[in-house]
């Protein structure tokens, strides 16, 4: 099967392409072409990492979770009983290796084992992940056909062709990078990640890999990415669709020289946990930024709930109503479909004390359309690229914040030819 001609790129990219990530000592990548589903397509990435690296990880929630998201998980939780030597994180894109039974298991043992094999690794110091079509045959012989050549070309700075080779029906690759300090020793932390469509809360069809040379210890790690995943990957949607091979992992290989962190409350681990979620978040967004068909950036901010899960039940409430990104994506300052979307959420809410905002444009209090608001505001301000709506509901104190996009007939053309 021939490959695809690629997308444009989305309109809504950040600015100078992907960035130049630090090289992170202890991790060395590699990527070439397979064929898993396309020829002459780089689709596969191998991570090698350093032995006495901290690694934690959080997956999708899918009843239907795919073989290798099963397979990390069942690692993950036998880790304290596995030793300290090295990993490797495998990844192909084509096939998400989901729905597939048996067969499913059999193809993650086969790559995971030829990949321990061919870097002399622990089989269960493997993580694997695949991310494209569901339900489809795997042979393994696609990936271990192609490993030994891919460890000759293991490199500290081969993270951006990493990146490339995870992405489907991504139109950029999203990376993310930030140094900082802790006391006197500097740490760098770097990312990438890979996901367009099927993002919704619960995570999203998103691999995401951040890798950092800070010292930290395990549980400290799987703390911190668990608990920054509700603010970041899980806050992000373009179709309220989770997938069933969401996958993010974080490494860190103690390499910085810093005194290990193992106790979150220190301020060396505030430190790292600020410039840790900024590199979260800044990848999430770029997820809704290359939401398939996306012309919108939006961020629905809710404020004034009694809790903040009711805030973040009216955010996204708001965020995955087709009814709203349509009118987003038509330039519509269709309010009233804000309004639908307050009274369905299951969140507490009073007419009367609600209000809603179009940036800084009041539109709604009291129950009713504001004296001040006029159409032809609305309007001009829904020309923007980057929108924000905000809803008050005058109950409490409490806030939550969703990112999305709008939703255009690019999308529906996406998908409809995206297994053919």
Not at 79 to 85: E, R, V
Not at 249 to 276: C, H, W, Y
Not at 348 to 376: C, M, P, T
């Amino acid at each position: 099967m021939a490959a695809k001609t690629a997308p444009p790129v989305s309109p809504l990219a950040p600015a100078g392409g992907f960035p130049d990530l630090p090289v992170i000592d202890g991790v060395r990548f590699a990527s070439g072409a397979a064929g898993v589903r396309y020829k002459n397509r780089t689709d596969v990435m191998l991570a090698e990492i350093s032995a006495g690296a901290s690694v934690a990880g959080v997956f999708t929630t899918s009843a239907t979770r795919s073989a290798p998201v099963l397979d990390c998980q069942a690692k993950l939780a036998a880790l304290p009983q596995s030793g300290d030597g090295g990993y490797a994180i495998v990844v192909n894109s084509g096939n998400s290796n989901a729905f597939t039974g048996k067969a499913g298991d059999m193809t993650v043992e086969a790559v995971t084992t030829e990949v321990a094999r061919v870097l002399g690794l622990a089989p269960d110091h493997v993580f694997s992940a695949s991310t494209g079509v569901i339900g489809e045959p795997f042979p393994p012989e696609r990936i271990t056909n192609i490993l030994e050549d891919l460890c000759t070309q293991l490199d500290p700075e081969g993270a951006e062709g990493a990146a490339r080779a995870i992405m489907t029906t991504d139109t950029f690759p999203k990376g993310a990078c930030v140094e900082t300090r802790l006391g006197d020793t500097p740490v760098k932390i770097a990312g990438f990640a890979k996901g367009s469509g099927m993002i919704a809360p619960d995570m999203a069809t998103m691999l995401a890999y951040v890798f950092t040379d800070a010292a930290i210890a395990q549980p400290i790690l799987q703390e911190m990415l668990s608990d920054m995943t509700k603010r970041t990957f899980n806050a992000v949607t373009v179709d309220s669709d989770t997938s069933t091979s969401d996958s993010l992992m974080a490494v860190a290989t103690g390499k910085a020289g810093n005194t290990p962190i193992t106790d979150r409350t220190s301020p060396e681990a505030l430190a790292f946990a600020q410039a840790f979620e900024s590199v979260l978040k800044d990848l999430a967004l770029q997820l809704v930024r290359d939401g398939e068909g996306a012309t919108k950036f939006v961020e629905v901010r809710v404020t004034g709930a009694t809790n903040e899960g009711d805030a973040m039940k009216v955010a996204r409430s708001i965020a995955d109503s087709p009814l709203v990104k349509t009118a987003l994506a038509g330039e519509d300052p269709n309010w009233g479909r804000v309004v639908m979307a307050v009274g369905k959420s299951g969140a507490q809410a009073d007419r009367d004390l609600l209000s809603i905002h179009f940036g800084d444009i009041l539109v709604a209090e009291n129950g009713w359309v504001a004296e001040s608001y006029k159409e032809e505001l609305g309007a001009a301000y829904m020309k923007n690229q980057e929108l924000q709506i905000t809803v008050d509901l005058g109950l409490g104190t409490a806030t939550g914040t969703v990112w999305t996009c709008d939703l255009t007939h690019g999308y529906i053309t996406i998908n409809a030819d995206y297994r053919s």
